[in-house]
């Protein structure tokens, strides 16, 4: 019913910077959170950034504060992650999550809705 889309990721040498965009598309609500997570080789799947709905409520993992912002088009279904100062340790699958809710999680579990993933690359 829900479909998420990830796009804009590639390979970036280090310190360089990438957006990505997550476009939901299908039945969407009303009041949900959208999250981004990343799995790196041999690695778990890791939090990495979420906004809610409206205002101001965001949360970021410590790793990426101060490099990476989460942001999001409502009347688009869409939400961005621009990534700045990137590591080769950044390199990993990047996931799109959606939840109905609007308060922000920071669990995998928590959310109901998936993306299948874009590839980010950081070189040396």
């Known amino acids: 019913q829900v479909q998420l889309v990830e796009s804009g990721g590639g390979l970036v040498q280090a310190g360089g910077s990438l957006r990505l965009s997550c476009a939901a598309s299908?039945?969407?609500?009303?009041?949900?959170?959208m999250g981004w997570f990343r799995q790196a080789p041999g690695k778990e799947r890791e939090f990495v950034a979420a906004r809610g709905w409206s205002g101001s409520s965001t949360s970021y993992a410590d790793s990426v504060k101060g490099r990476f912002t989460i942001s999001r088009d409502n009347a688009k279904n869409t939400v961005y992650l621009q990534m700045n100062s990137l590591k080769p340790e950044d390199t990993a699958v990047y996931y799109c999550?959606?939840?109905?809710?609007?308060?922000?999680?920071?669990?995998?579990?928590?959310?109901?809705?998936w993306g299948q993933g874009t590839q980010v690359t950081v070189s040396s």
């Open positions: 999550a959606l939840r109905r809710y609007n308060i922000v999680a920071v669990t995998a579990t928590a959310y109901e809705y």
């Open positions: 299908g039945r969407t609500f009303s009041n949900y959170a």
